[in-house]
């Protein structure tokens, strides 16, 4: 059973980091994109950034430049380094496995809130 679970949310003041771990287990994802969205109240779903199986990265251009997302195949892990945060970085961040065997998958999200 496929089960993704985020951690390393929290409250951090504007200007602040944070890393987010995405720890993927019930099967072998190093073939697989997978990626960061996040939904802020009353708002969609949104991209934060994906990343293929050979390591290349996409982003929103809202985070370009401060949030970085990156992958160890060995832990079955994807990260997502987030620098310079702003208050409307803040949402509930869901990891994603996508297209494992023609599904996708989410984890079940962690809360970023920026705030002084």
């Known amino acids: 059973q496929v089960q993704l679970v985020e951690s390393g949310g929290g409250l951090v003041q504007p200007g602040g980091s944070l890393r987010l771990s995405c720890a993927a287990s019930g099967g072998i994802f190093s073939s697989y994109v997978m990626g960061w969205y996040r939904q802020a109240p009353g708002k969609q779903r949104e991209l934060v950034a994906v990343?293929?199986?050979?390591?290349?990265?996409n982003s929103a251009d809202s985070v370009k430049g401060r949030f970085t997302i990156s992958r160890d195949n060995a832990k079955n892990t994807v990260y997502l380094q987030m620098n310079s945060l702003k208050p409307e970085d803040t949402a509930v961040y869901y990891c994603?496995?996508?297209?494992?065997?023609?599904?996708?998958?989410w984890g079940k999200g962690t809360l970023v809130t920026v705030s002084s």
């Open positions: 990343i293929t199986s050979g390591g290349s990265t």
């Open positions: 994603q496995l996508a297209r494992y065997y023609g599904m996708d998958y």
